[in-house]
Nanobody, 122 residues
Framework: QVQLVESGGGVVQAGDSLRLSCAAS????????AAWFRQAPGKEREFLAR????????VYADSVKGRFTISKDNAKNTVSLQTNSLKSEDTAVYYC???????????????WGHGTQVTVSS
């Protein structure tokens, strides 16, 4: 089992930045892929970015490429999402997830955090 706890959300103005963090416990993540998703009210959960723990290989959704950066800290067993130039449409609950298959589908991720709310006011 892997437990994931997100933090770092909040209420910001358009153009601001936030750094979201996800602390993992319960199992080493060396064979896992970690990802960030978000879900806005009335919308489906959306893939944002993923990173393979062992190689550090990253992939981003086109909607956030150039604005968001995913990273990991092996020593702290955390994965972070730096979000820059935030827009009102970035308002959502942000989730981290880990799984052995990777990819952009929610189905590939076995463990999920409870989410952290990001609200961007214009």
């Amino acid at each position: 089992q892997v437990q994931l706890v997100e933090s770092g959300g909040g209420v910001v103005q358009a153009g601001d930045s936030l750094r979201l963090s996800c602390a993992a416990s319960g199992r080493t993540l060396s064979n896992y892929c970690a990802a960030w998703f978000r879900q806005a009210p009335g919308k489906e959960r959306e893939f944002l970015a993923r990173i393979w723990w062992k190689s550090g290989s990253v992939v981003y959704a086109d909607s956030v490429k150039g604005r968001f950066t995913i990273s990991k800290d092996n020593a702290k067993n955390t994965v972070s999402l730096q979000t820059n130039s935030l827009k009102s449409e970035d308002t959502a609950v942000y989730y981290c997830a880990v799984g052995l298959s990777g990819g952009s589908s929610q189905k590939n991720y076995d463990y999920w955090g409870h989410g952290t709310q990001v609200t961007v006011s214009s």
